[in-house]
């Protein structure tokens, strides 16, 4: 309501999950629809954990940095690596609960933290683990993934548009 008060037309209101996994679905430099991934996104407000299958999010876990850094001013690396490595292990403990296939790598975008974050989860987890590259030119940097998977999605045909939105209506029924 308050966006058509101001002369805007939502067409879809979506979680930054869908527009990441959307992003690496159709740019993702290597990304195979067969492979069940796991992505992780290091944010500014927090640490999502995904599960893509078959190209499509089923699952994802969000832990804020808030709850990280608990009464402390900052996070220390230490605390961001157990963060990394708790919740990693939480997701993938639930991955394994529902689904038999295994997953086939973890990709991660974490602007400017790659370096750390990915020999991390190799040295603790027994799986491919990569940085979240797009096949887009010019080369984006990390910290624009999201509005990528929007934008994505904004160029799809409303006719065609059948992924989940937020407003209580299809895209199709509120753009007519």
């Given at each position: 309501?308050?966006?058509?008060?101001?002369?805007?037309?939502?067409?879809?209101?979506?979680?930054?999950?869908?527009?990441?996994?959307?992003?690496?679905?159709e740019?993702?430099?290597?990304?195979?629809?067969?492979?069940?991934a796991?992505?992780?996104?290091?944010?500014?407000?927090?640490?999502?954990?995904?599960?893509?299958?078959?190209?499509?999010?089923?699952?994802?876990?969000?832990?804020?940095?808030?709850?990280?850094?608990?009464d402390?001013?900052?996070?220390?690396?230490?605390?961001?690596?157990?963060?990394?490595?708790?919740?990693?292990?939480?997701?993938?403990?639930?991955?394994?609960?529902?689904?038999?296939?295994?997953?086939?790598?973890?990709?991660?975008?974490?602007?400017?933290?790659?370096?750390?974050?990915?020999?991390?989860?190799?040295?603790?987890?027994?799986?491919?683990?990569?940085?979240?590259?797009?096949?887009?030119?010019?080369?984006?940097?990390?910290?624009?993934?999201?509005?990528?998977?929007?934008?994505?999605?904004?160029?799809?045909?409303?006719?065609?548009?059948?992924?989940?939105s937020?407003?209580?209506i299809?895209?199709?029924?509120?753009?007519?």
């Amino acid at each position: 309501g308050a966006l058509r008060e101001e002369g805007f037309s939502p067409v879809v209101i979506e979680s930054s999950a869908f527009s990441l996994v959307r992003a690496f679905r159709e740019r993702g430099e290597g990304f195979r629809p067969e492979n069940p991934a796991i992505l992780i996104h290091v944010g500014e407000t927090g640490l999502s954990i995904m599960v893509a299958r078959h190209g499509h999010l089923h699952f994802d876990y969000f832990v804020s940095w808030r709850d990280v850094q608990c009464d402390a001013q900052e996070i220390s690396l230490e605390g961001f690596n157990a963060a990394i490595l708790g919740n990693l292990q939480r997701v993938m403990n639930f991955y394994n609960a529902h689904w038999n296939e295994p997953v086939t790598e973890v990709v991660v975008a974490a602007p400017g933290l790659e370096e750390n974050t990915i020999p991390l989860i190799q040295k603790t987890f027994s799986i491919p683990v990569r940085a979240l590259t797009l096949t887009v030119n010019p080369v984006i940097s990390p910290e624009w993934l999201v509005a990528v998977g929007s934008g994505l999605r904004g160029t799809m045909a409303r006719r065609e548009d059948r992924e989940i939105s937020l407003l209580g209506i299809d895209a199709q029924e509120e753009y007519r």
